[in-house]
């Protein structure tokens, strides 16, 4: 499906940010029916509760998701952003024992999250996202991520609060990003289990990243073994006999 109400580029360097949404609506296809009419709005995916995938809007094109918002200093998200939809009711009205979307359809209670969205202070009812959905969302995140270099992933909410509420809390949005973005950056690299060796004649092992900590033990001698822990700025944190820092030019990959 194409509903190309707009045929204005990113430009030069953008996207560099993702917007999550949900829709609000039945179900994906009436939602991305709805985005492709007359109304002045629409999103580069819906995701459906199945993960499917719905593309509305080609990546390198504006769509029109965010309306009016700011991040930082920015203003009107969409020219900086991807939109991605999500197909949910979002917030959920209790009757009796029934939790009714504002479109009138009951959801059963194994679909009901109860929860604080981050910018109230009362918990209410939330229509849940399923696995699937989530999951397809992460791989296109990382795709997006690998293709445009985006390095910012926020909900509606974070960029137009007190207007918007989605994604909402059912929506896990800090554990998502963190999992997504936190690849790329070079001081946080999973180090797990990776092994070096030590290239220089004599290596100095310090208290902390940087020359101005004190050495902490005799220098390493070239061909010592060390686990890698940690980076950070260009030094590795090992452990040997003993655990410090090191300067990460003298130590080979193994
Ligand atoms: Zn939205």
């Given at each position: 499906m194409s509903?190309?109400?707009n045929t204005?580029k990113f430009s030069?360097g953008?996207?560099?940010?993702?917007?999550?949404?949900?829709t609000?609506g039945?179900d994906?296809g009436?939602?991305?029916?709805?985005?492709?009419s007359?109304?002045?709005?629409s999103?580069?995916?819906v995701?459906g509760r199945?993960?499917?995938i719905?593309?509305l809007?080609p990546f390198?094109?504006i769509s029109?998701?965010a309306g009016?918002?700011?991040?930082?200093?920015?203003?009107?998200l969409?020219?900086?952003?991807?939109?991605?939809?999500?197909?949910?009711?979002?917030?959920?009205?209790k009757?009796?024992s029934?939790?009714?979307?504002?479109f009138?359809?009951s959801?059963p209670?194994?679909?009901?999250?109860?929860?604080t969205?981050r910018?109230?202070?009362?918990?209410a009812?939330?229509h849940s996202?399923?696995?699937v959905?989530?999951e397809?969302c992460?791989q296109?995140?990382?795709?997006l991520?690998g293709?445009?270099?985006?390095n910012?992933i926020?909900?509606?909410?974070e960029?137009a609060p007190?207007r918007k509420?989605d994604?909402g809390?059912?929506?896990?949005?800090d554990?998502?990003?963190?999992?997504?973005l936190s690849?790329n950056?070079?001081?946080e690299p999973?180090?797990v289990?990776k092994?070096?060796?030590?290239?220089?004649?004599?290596?100095?092992?310090?208290?902390?990243?940087?020359?101005n900590f004190?050495k902490i033990?005799?220098?390493l001698k070239m061909g010592?073994e060390v686990?890698?822990?940690?980076?950070?700025?260009g030094?590795?944190?090992?452990?040997?006999?003993i655990t410090?820092?090191v300067s990460?030019?003298?130590?080979?990959l193994?």
């Amino acid at each position: 499906m194409s509903c190309l109400k707009n045929t204005e580029k990113f430009s030069t360097g953008l996207p560099d940010t993702v917007v999550i949404h949900y829709t609000a609506g039945r179900d994906a296809g009436s939602s991305a029916k709805f985005l492709c009419s007359e109304v002045k709005a629409s999103a580069h995916l819906v995701i459906g509760r199945d993960g499917k995938i719905i593309q509305l809007v080609p990546f390198n094109t504006i769509s029109w998701h965010a309306g009016v918002s700011a991040y930082g200093a920015r203003q009107g998200l969409n020219k900086y952003s991807i939109g991605i939809e999500l197909d949910n009711a979002g917030v959920l009205q209790k009757t009796g024992s029934e939790y009714k979307a504002w479109f009138g359809r009951s959801y059963p209670e194994n679909e009901v999250v109860l929860a604080t969205h981050r910018n109230e202070s009362k918990p209410a009812y939330w229509h849940s996202y399923t696995e699937v959905q989530i999951e397809a969302c992460r791989q296109v995140c990382e795709f997006l991520i690998g293709k445009y270099g985006i390095n910012l992933i926020v909900g509606h909410e974070e960029i137009a609060p007190g207007r918007k509420q989605d994604p909402g809390p059912a929506f896990p949005l800090d554990k998502f990003r963190d999992r997504l973005l936190s690849h790329n950056r070079s001081d946080e690299p999973d180090f797990v289990d990776k092994k070096g060796i030590v290239t220089a004649d004599f290596l100095n092992i310090r208290s902390g990243a940087g020359v101005n900590f004190d050495k902490i033990a005799p220098p390493l001698k070239m061909g010592t073994e060390v686990s890698i822990l940690e980076e950070n700025n260009g030094w590795y944190k090992v452990e040997t006999k003993i655990t410090g820092w090191v300067s990460k030019a003298n130590i080979g990959l193994e």
